[in-house]
């Protein structure tokens, strides 16, 4: 943390990520995990993992005073992870936790050429983490909490939830917005057969920004359709899907839906209950009219890619970083989406975020965006904001 009181706390998963690219010119992707065979790979990349360090360090390096609420084991894996942190702020490394009877989670991330990421991992530690282990005496003047992963971590989604439901409604007791991102977990898991509908029904009306990814949220909300999708899930993806999942979701209770798209960038749906607005706690929106009813789309930025491990908790940053300052839903998004895009310029998730400042300064350039790929029939492009606007926005027109 920079210095006095943490603007915004994030807590959850936590883990040591090693990040291995095989050689150039070695095998092919489908051969990556063949029994009895050598694999040449290049150097590793060894760094924090998980949304604790991802979206923490993030926003440190935006400039967010940020404080962290994660835990780690008594063991090599653990010593790294504060030691990372510390080398970042020694300040950082404060709200972590040492589990002395549980290993630091660590996952391997596998980056084959042409395949999508293979990930290897262990949670360890975080199968421990309650909501006992949140310091809510600490949240006093932070304007924002942040949760990540809970479904891997096992005491937070046994028990349809009871854990992660106990620690949501003590953040919004402590009158602090609340904000959740999730993670996909192995479908054969203890996790993956969670009811993860029941969860959410019980966790959302605690949450007032929901930031899950497309694809976790529809094996969540809709298993049967997620299964029938399959691994071409992008091309099934478009405008009446995205409202029909932000509305159930919406009714649920959350104020502002956040659906992470990968290459296709950030869809955003918000209540039309200014109500609901107001009740968002110490970081309330600063215009309820400016964020009712709304529904957008904000491409990527074209980026130089060398690794996407960690994006997502990035975009959340930005997206964190644009709401405590008081921007509006388009600036916001846009912010969110350019943070995201900083990120996939490094092998790592957070060591090419630049100041928020930076960032901004980068967004003025008219930076090129990413096409979009998804059938948005009914929606509109606005020229004037970069961003997509869905059939229910109401939002006015740039050009009005």
């Known amino acids: 943390m920079q210095g006095g009181r943490a603007e915004i706390v994030v807590a959850g998963h936590t883990c040591l990520d090693i990040i291995l690219t095989p050689a150039a010119g070695g095998s092919r992707g489908e051969e990556i995990l063949v029994p009895g065979k050598l694999i040449d790979v290049g150097a590793s990349v060894v760094t924090t993992g998980g949304a ?4 923490g360090r993030a926003l440190h390096r935006l400039g967010v ?3 962290l609420v994660g835990k780690v084991g008594n063991d090599l894996f653990g010593r790294a992870v504060l030691e990372i942190l510390r080398e970042d702020a020694p300040a950082l490394a404060e709200g972590m936790l040492i589990a002395q009877d549980a290993p630091t989670s660590y996952t391997v991330v596998i980056n084959p050429p042409g395949l999508d990421r293979i990930f290897l991992h262990c949670p360890g530690a975080n199968d421990t983490f309650g909501s006992a282990d949140v310091p809510y005496d600490r949240l ?7 949760f990540g992963y809970p479904p891997l971590m096992r005491r937070m989604f046994s028990h349809d939830g009871a854990e992660l439901v106990a620690l949501l409604r003590q953040v919004k007791a402590a009158g602090v917005t609340a904000s959740l991102d999730m993670a996909k977990p192995d479908p054969t898991s203890e996790a993956g057969k969670a009811p993860w509908l029941e969860i959410l029904k019980r966790a959302l009306p605690y949450v007032d ?3 899950p990814s497309v694809d976790e949220i529809l094996f969540m909300l809709d298993r049967e359709r997620f299964d029938r999708m399959g691994p071409a899930m992008a091309s099934g993806v478009d405008g009446p899907l995205l409202r029909d999942l932000s509305d159930r979701l919406l009714s649920m209770g959350a104020a502002i839906v956040v659906l992470k798209l990968g290459p296709e960038g950030l869809y955003l749906r918000t209540t039309t209950e200014s109500r609901r607005l107001d009740a968002m706690g110490s970081c309330a929106v600063n215009s ?3 964020w009712l ?3 957008l789309l904000a491409p990527c930025f074209l980026a130089d890619v060398s690794g996407t491990t960690g994006a997502g908790d990035c975009t959340i940053a930005g997206f964190l970083a644009g709401l405590t300052a008081g921007l509006g839903p388009e600036d916001t998004m846009t912010s969110a989406v350019a943070v995201g895009a900083c990120s996939v310029e490094k092998a790592d998730a957070t060591s090419g975020i630049p100041t928020w400042e930076q960032v901004r300064a980068r967004m003025a ?3 090129e965006r990413r096409p979009v790929s998804l059938d948005l029939k009914g929606w509109r492009w606005d020229e004037g904001i970069s961003l ?4 229910g926005d109401s939002g006015q027109s740039a050009d009005t």
Do not use: I, S, Y
């Open 209 to 211: 920004v929901f930031l």
């Open 288 to 290: 309820t009219q400016a």
């Open 388 to 391: 997509w606007r869905g059939p």
């Open 52 to 55: 604790v360090p991802n979206t």
């Open 293 to 295: 009813g709304r529904e």
């Open 365 to 367: 350039k008219r930076w």
């Open 65 to 67: 005073p940020t404080r």
């Open 140 to 146: 006093d003047g932070a304007k924002l909490f942040h």
